[in-house]
């Protein structure tokens, strides 16, 4: 089993910043894709970034793409999401998971994902 656990979430203002961090213990975290979904109140939950297990290759959601980035330290066994330009639509419930499946795709939505965090909370203020 491999236990993902979330942390950095917090409120700020749009034009803001957060980065968000994803603590990965009990597996080697360096042979997982790692993904970012978040969950807004009455939403369904939603693809953010996805990283490939060397970081060579990525994939983002339209609606971020230019202002997040997704990377990881295996040596640290920790990924992150540099989140920037924050907007108010971007409160959500944010979540990380990995997945042991091919980087194709597929990773973009749930479905593959083995493993999942309890979540952080971010909340932007217009």
């Known amino acids: 089993q491999m236990q993902v656990v979330e942390s950095g979430g917090g409120l700020v203002q749009a034009g803001g910043s957060l980065r968000l961090s994803c603590a990965a213990s009990g597996r080697t975290f360096s042979g997982y894709a790692m993904g970012w979904f978040r969950q807004a109140p009455g939403k369904e939950r939603e693809f953010v970034a996805a990283v490939s297990w060397g970081a060579s290759s990525t994939y983002y959601a339209d609606s971020v793409k230019g202002r997040f980035a997704i990377s990881r330290d295996n040596g640290k066994n920790t990924g992150y999401l540099q989140m920037n330009s924050l907007k108010p639509e971007d409160t959500a419930v944010y979540y990380c998971?990995?997945?042991?499946?091919?980087?194709?795709?597929?990773?973009?939505?749930?479905?593959?994902?083995?493993?999942w965090g309890q979540g952080t909370q971010v909340t932007v203020s217009s």
């Open positions: 998971a990995a997945t042991i499946r091919s980087f194709t795709p597929v990773v973009r939505t749930a479905a593959p994902y083995d493993y």
